[in-house]
């Protein structure tokens, strides 16, 4: 993945009249061997630092090495288990974290490029007790 300027990205890209922007990031880390509660701390992070709530959210992609991630997350934040992951998640790929988050991560934009635009987001935990989050945008470039 590249993280490039609007300008730059726009010469790169295939489908230039779609813009993808990074909204909010978060990380944070639980008590050893908590992992499930990592996310959700992230994800407020994320959340905060982007100016929206879960409500705001078009997807929502998770690295979820364990089912029970995802059940402590939907609780937590109040996220539909049923809308999250649409197009599979590392539960399915397999779950070295890198090749899989990144993976969810494009699909969480082809998601919202699919859906028409929004705001989505991808949490993963690692290590045992600490979590990223990231809050993507998606929409079409104004002309």
Not at 19 to 32: E, H, V
Request: glycine share 12%.
């Amino acid at each position: 993945m590249i993280v490039a300027s609007s300008e730059v990205a726009k010469t790169l890209s295939a489908r230039p009249e779609i813009r993808i922007r990074i909204r909010g990031f978060g990380q944070y880390r639980t008590d050893l061997a908590m992992m499930p509660e990592a996310p959700v701390g992230a994800t407020r992070v994320a959340l905060n630092n982007a100016g929206i709530s879960i409500g705001d959210l078009t997807a929502i992609k998770s690295h979820n090495p364990f089912v029970v991630n995802d059940i402590v997350f939907a609780k937590a934040t109040g996220a539909n288990l049923e809308t999250m992951n649409n197009y599979g998640s590392s539960l399915i790929w397999g779950h070295p974290q890198g090749p899989t988050g990144m993976r969810a991560m494009i699909e969480l934009i082809e998601e919202l490029v699919i859906t028409g635009g929004g705001l989505g987001l991808f949490q993963g935990c690692a290590a045992g007790d600490s979590a990223m989050a990231a809050v993507i945008q998606v929409d079409e470039r104004p002309a």
